[in-house]
Structures are given as C-alpha cells and as structure tokens.
C-alpha cells in the first residue's frame, strides 16, 4: 500500500500568514493528490485535485504543488474560516490512503 | 445539485452486520462511482472502498473480508454491508463522489455507528 506522511501534525499560525503542510508519499503518485478540508461536525471539503488544481468555489488563497513525491498545500493568507483539519489523499492506486492530518490553530 | 446521505443504524451489535445506504442525487451511478469512508471518534479518515460507474469495485484490503458494497442505479442508492462488527467499528460512515480527475469532490453528511451491547 502506498504510504501518506503528513506534516506537520498541528500548526499554529497568526491571520494573514503563510500556512504550508506537506505530504510526502512512500511511491511515484504522479499528480493523483486531493487535499480535503474539515472542519468541526462537518464533512471534509474538497479543496485541490490533480496536486494543482482549485476546486470549484474554493478561494484563491489556497494552492497545491508538486515536486517529485512531495505535495505541499499552501494558504497565501490564513482566515478565520481557515481553521479545521487538512488531509491529503493518493488516489493513484487502491487501497487510497490519507494522511494522518493537520489540525491547523488560530495563534 | 450534487447530493449524497447516508442512512442506517445507529447502534450495533458487537459480531452483527452494518447495512448502511448512501442515498444520491444530482448525478446517475452510472456516470460516477461512489467510496465508502469511515472516521473514528477523534481520528483520521479512512478509505474503505469504491464502486465505480461500471459496477466494480475496490475495497480496503484490511477490510475486504468483511465489506461488500453494492448499489441499486434504478433508485440511486448505494449499499455498504459489513459484518462480524467490533466496538473499533464505531465511527461516522461517509460516502463521497468519485471522478477520475476529481476523488471525492461531493460528500454526505455521515451517519454516526456505535458499536456496543
């Protein structure tokens, strides 16, 4: 099975600041990574698909990028609405795996 | 509009069988495949499995011997089955859209399982 690890596992971060979590995947995933926001008794929301593309309706402020089997997921400008937990997801290959998450925190 | 709800049992049984179905809208069966993803108190999501647009499917392979997923297109539902249920079953069960270029881009609300006598 194909291995997520991300990290960190919690981020504290002031509004307005740069926020980066990364995934590093155990093989060659190609750009088969989602990244997924959760927020406190709801659903997780897709935000990124294909490592690099916006999902619909979601804000500007967030990106995805690649560099060989590193993921990163950036915030340009965290905003209160921001808070919840990130997971990114392989979806090259079945079984798909997430990553263990980040919980990311108002500082 | 895109949507998808979960419905079954809240409670369990510990060795039963969970028969939870995934109720959609917005879209055919036929064009989408739809995963089963669970997620434990406190904890992090875990895939269980996919059905896609054509009928097959894909399981967890630490699940596999206990999971069958299935669906009907004519009423839009799709059917997680899982049997010989432990107290770590306990979990909200979601399902969630599947394209190719875009996993999981719609999900239900959950359906919250507890395992217990």
């Known amino acids: 099975d194909i291995q997520m690890t991300q990290s960190p596992a919690s981020l504290s971060a002031s509004l307005e600041e740069i926020v980066t979590i990364t995934c590093q995947a155990s093989?060659?995933?190609?750009?088969?990574l989602s990244w997924y926001q959760q927020k406190p008794g709801k659903s997780p929301q897709l935000l990124i698909y294909?490592?690099?593309s916006l999902a619909d309706g979601v804000p500007s402020r967030f990106s995805g990028s690649r560099s060989g089997t590193q993921y990163s997921l950036k915030i340009s400008r965290l905003q209160v609405e921001d808070i919840g937990i990130y997971y990114c997801?392989?979806?090259?290959?079945?079984?798909?795996?997430f990553g263990a998450g980040t919980k990311l925190e108002l500082k | 509009q895109v949507q998808l709800k979960e419905s079954g049992p809240g409670l369990v049984q510990p060795s039963e069988t969970l028969s939870l179905t995934c109720t959609v809208s917005?879209?055919?069966?036929?064009?989408?495949?739809v995963n089963w993803v669970r997620q434990p108190p406190g904890k992090g999501l875990e895939w269980m499995g996919t059905?896609?647009?054509?009928?097959?499917?894909d399981y967890n392979s630490a699940l596999k011997s206990r999971l069958s997923i299935s669906r009907d297109t004519s009423k839009s539902q799709v059917f997680l089955k899982m049997n010989s249920l432990q107290t770590e079953d306990t979990a909200i069960y979601l399902c969630?859209?599947?394209?190719?270029?875009?996993?999981?881009?719609?999900w239900g609300q959950g359906a919250s399982v507890t395992v217990s006598s």
């Open positions: 969630a859209r599947d394209t190719i270029a875009a996993p999981m881009d719609a």
């Open positions: 997801l392989q979806a090259y290959s079945a079984p798909y795996t």
């Open positions: 917005g879209f055919s069966l036929t064009s989408y495949g």
């Open positions: 294909g490592a690099t």
């Open positions: 093989q060659d995933i190609g750009n088969w």
């Open positions: 059905i896609w647009n054509d009928g097959s499917t």
